[in-house]
Nanobody, 124 residues
Framework: QVQLRESGGGLVQAGGSLRLSCVAS????????MGWFRQAPGQEREFVAA????????LFADSVKGRFTISRDNAKNTVYLQMSNLNPEDTAVYYC?????????????????WGQGTQVTVSS
């Protein structure tokens, strides 16, 4: 069983930056593909970014490409989402997800484990 815990959310003004962290426990972190999703009020959860188990491969949703980066530190069992140039449309609960194995995964059903989420609110 893998446990994921996100942190780093908060309130930020448009144009600002935040870094989200997701710490994993209960498994060999380096064996897991990781991803970030988000869900805005009244909307379905959507893919944001993914990273493979080595950290060499990354994938981004078009809406965040060029503004967000994803990285991981396998020694710390942590994956990060660096968000820059935030706008109010980025307001959502951000979720970390994991799945054992290799790959860049962009679909919810591809992930096995999920965190509880962290709220990001961007004011205009």
């Amino acid at each position: 069983q893998v446990q994921l815990r996100e942190s780093g959310g908060g309130l930020v003004q448009a144009g600002g930056s935040l870094r989200l962290s997701c710490v994993a426990s209960g498994a060999i972190f380096s064996s897991y593909a990781m991803g970030w999703f988000r869900q805005a009020p009244g909307q379905e959860r959507e893919f944001v970014a993914a990273i493979d188990w080595h950290g060499a491969g990354t994938l981004f949703a078009d809406s965040v490409k060029g503004r967000f980066t994803i990285s991981r530190d396998n020694a710390k069992n942590t994956v990060y989402l660096q968000m820059s140039n935030l706008n109010p449309e980025d307001t959502a609960v951000y979720y970390c997800a994991s799945r054992r194995g290799y790959g860049l995964l962009s679909r919810e059903h591809q992930y096995e484990y999920w965190g509880q989420g962290t709220q990001v609110t961007v004011s205009s």
